[in-house]
């Protein structure tokens, strides 16, 4: 078995060679590394770096408590914030985001490196087991929480923290959401996701319930009447079809399915992939699938774009990376069918494209590439049944700027709801602010004043 071997095969590189390659994508700080690094920093007045942060982390003051050597102090100001500081130090696309606002960049065009000092302080912390926060007293309040993703678990944390007691169902076998069956393996290695979980969870007052489906075991409805506020952060479990002949063959396959099993195995090798993979799609989704299959052992992976390089969801970073791992990506292509032999992948037809007036166009040319493998990676949506009386728009939930649906009770936040920027720092920060929310309405009915944690 090699990466030449035809077919979609388990086991193409032996057990060392993937181990390192998914092993953690940037290592972590060591304590001198971190003190050079926050040296770096300006500590500026009107820090640029925190507007970018979608949970308005205090970064200058965090970056100056590592300096002075309280990595534990920096935690908690990173977790005042954004309870999943930890992952999102590792997942963030910081390039884009904070250290994008970086005024270093200015004169040296290198940022101050906020994500990997991020992670140091919050894995001190975690490795510790220091919990910064306590319940408040009872306050007899009953959330229904639905979705144990990013958003979720923010919520019922802030939740936690003012005294209500929360109730978490998830659909799946394993709380985390993304963070535990979507983010690229070497992002978050070592079981990380389930090691954040109990982290949140140690403060008490939240229950997970597992392999319970809205829409199926219960309804909004019920939720409504059973629980003092719901809070939906459902995600976007739905994937969208590339309608094209062939979509049906043996070898297709939804990219986000594959990440999740790929995420769920423990050594990697039994995890099957084609010799010659083609990824559709431009997003992150993408990148990630197509990187994680070079690593498997795929020979060939060639990501298709229908638009240009600078139209890409993917940043920047994220398409240098897959480069660098042997993907090529190719643009201004759009799949036309999919190629079958003996019921199988055996190749793309694809449509050359080109922008005319201000409309995307097929230009009449067409190629094919080879496969035995093609990853559907061009996005996803909300699926589920029971949304009863939610107003939608665009396939997503309308909310307004504390998280309010149309719904009186419930909110939302995250990916689910329309306006999100699909990343777990956005899901943390709405979850977080809704809590905030549902924290004055519940107080404000009953007579006090909000609860303060
Ligand atoms: C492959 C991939 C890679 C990504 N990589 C990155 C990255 O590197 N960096 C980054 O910032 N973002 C990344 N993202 C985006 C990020 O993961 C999401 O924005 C984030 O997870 C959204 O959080 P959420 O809580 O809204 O939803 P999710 O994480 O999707 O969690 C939703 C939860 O709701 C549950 N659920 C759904 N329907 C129901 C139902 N009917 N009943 C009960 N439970 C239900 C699901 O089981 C799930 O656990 C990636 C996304 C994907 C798909
Ligand atoms: S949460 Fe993300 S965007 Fe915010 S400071 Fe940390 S790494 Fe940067």
New binding site residues.
């Given amino acids: 078995m090699s990466d030449l071997t035809p077919g979609i095969r388990p086991g193409r590189l032996d057990q060392p060679v993937l181990d390192a390659n998914f092993s953690d994508l940037h290592p972590a700080f060591d304590r001198h590394e971190a003190l050079v690094a926050s040296d770096r920093c300006y500590f500026c007045h009107d820090a640029p770096c925190m507007t970018a942060c979608p949970t308005a982390i205090d970064i200058p003051l965090f970056i100056r408590q590592i300096s002075t050597g309280n990595a534990v102090g920096a935690a908690k100001t990173i977790f005042d914030q954004n309870i999943l500081g930890g992952m999102?130090a590792r997942?963030?696309?910081t390039e884009t985001l904070c250290e994008q606002a970086c005024v270093r960049n200015t004169a040296e065009e290198k940022p101050v490196e906020i994500g990997r000092l991020q992670r140091y302080a919050t894995d001190v912390a975690m490795a510790t087991g220091k919990q910064f926060y306590k319940r408040a007293t009872p306050t007899g309040k009953r959330v229904a929480v639905?979705?144990?993703?990013?958003?979720?678990?923010a919520c019922a944390h802030r939740l936690a923290m003012k005294g209500h007691d929360v109730v978490i169902?998830?659909?799946?076998e394993k709380?985390?959401?993304?963070?535990?069956?979507?983010?690229?393996a070497y992002?978050a290695p070592n079981d990380f996701a389930q090691r954040e979980l109990n982290y949140i969870l140690a403060i008490g007052g939240i229950t997970v319930e597992n392999g319970?489906?809205?829409?199926?075991?219960f309804s909004l409805d019920e939720l409504k009447q059973r629980y003092d506020a719901v809070f939906l952060?459902?995600?976007?479990?739905g994937v969208n079809g590339l309608n094209v002949p062939g979509e049906d063959l043996e070898g297709v396959e939804d990219?986000?399915d594959f990440?999740g099993r790929l995420r769920q195995s423990k050594t990697k090798a039994d995890i099957p992939v084609g010799r010659r993979v083609v990824v559709i799609g431009g997003g992150?989704?993408a990148i990630?699938?197509a990187v994680q299959a070079k690593l498997l052992g795929a020979e060939e992976v060639t990501i298709c774009y229908r638009r240009g390089k600078e139209h890409m969801n993917a940043s920047e970073f994220e398409q240098d990376l897959a480069a660098s791992r042997g993907v090529t990506i190719r643009h201004w292509l759009a799949p036309k069918s999919i190629i079958g032999k003996d019921g199988k992948v055996a190749g793309i037809e694809v449509d050359y494209t080109t922008i005319r007036g201000d409309k995307l166009v097929t230009t009449g040319e067409t190629g094919v590439i080879a496969a035995d493998q093609i990853f559907k990676?061009i996005g996803?949506k909300l699926?589920?049944p029971?949304l009863e009386g939610l107003r939608l728009e665009g396939g997503r939930i309308v909310v307004d700027e504390e998280g309010r649906t149309s719904l009186e009770g419930v909110w939302a936040?995250?990916?689910?709801v329309l306006g999100?920027?699909?990343?777990?720092?956005?899901?943390?920060a709405?979850?977080r602010d809704a809590a905030e929310s549902i924290n004055r309405q519940l107080m404000a009915a009953s007579g006090r004043a909000a609860a303060v944690a």
């Fill in positions: 999102c997942v963030c696309p639905i979705g144990a993703g990013p958003a979720g678990l169902y998830d659909a799946r709380a985390g959401g993304l963070n535990e069956y979507g983010i690229a992002k319970k489906v809205l829409g199926r075991d952060g459902i995600g976007l479990a990219a986000v990440i992150m989704t990630d699938v990676a996803q699926e589920v029971a936040g995250g990916d689910c999100g920027e699909d990343l777990t720092v956005s899901a943390v709405n979850g």
